[in-house]
Nanobody
Framework: QVQLVESGGGLVQAGGSLRLSCAAS????????MGWYRQAPGKERELVAT??????STNYAASVKGRFAISRDNTKVYLQMNSLKPEDTAVYYC??????????WGQGTQVTVSS
């Protein structure tokens, strides 16, 4: 099993920055990929960014490319969010995928960007 705990959400003005953290615990040695997803009210959950734990290859949604940066440090994953826009307002979820495909989600952290 893998447990994920997110932190770092909050309220920020448009143009500001936030840094989200996700700490993984449990069977972390078998995690192959981690990422951030978000879900705004009335919308489906969508990919924000992912990172391969072995090698660090990253992938970003077009809407955040150039503004957000995902990084990892052992069993933690971070999402640096710059130039935030009101449309970035959502609950942000951390996701972990183990080598054989098991998927785990964190409880989510709210990010609110005011205009």
């Amino acid at each position: 099993q893998v447990q994920l705990v997110e932190s770092g959400g909050g309220l920020v003005q448009a143009g500001g920055s936030l840094r989200l953290s996700c700490a993984a615990s449990g069977s972390t040695a078998s995690i192959s990929l981690m990422g951030w997803y978000r879900q705004a009210p009335g919308k489906e959950r969508e990919l924000v960014a992912t990172i391969i734990m072995d090698g660090g290859s990253t992938n970003y949604a077009a809407s955040v490319k150039g503004r957000f940066a995902i990084s990892r440090d052992n069993t933690k994953v971070y999402l640096q969010m710059n130039s935030l826009k009101p449309e970035d307002t959502a609950v942000y979820y951390c996701k972990a995928v183990r080598t054989w495909g098991s998927i785990y989600w964190g409880q989510g952290t709210q990010v609110t960007v005011s205009s």
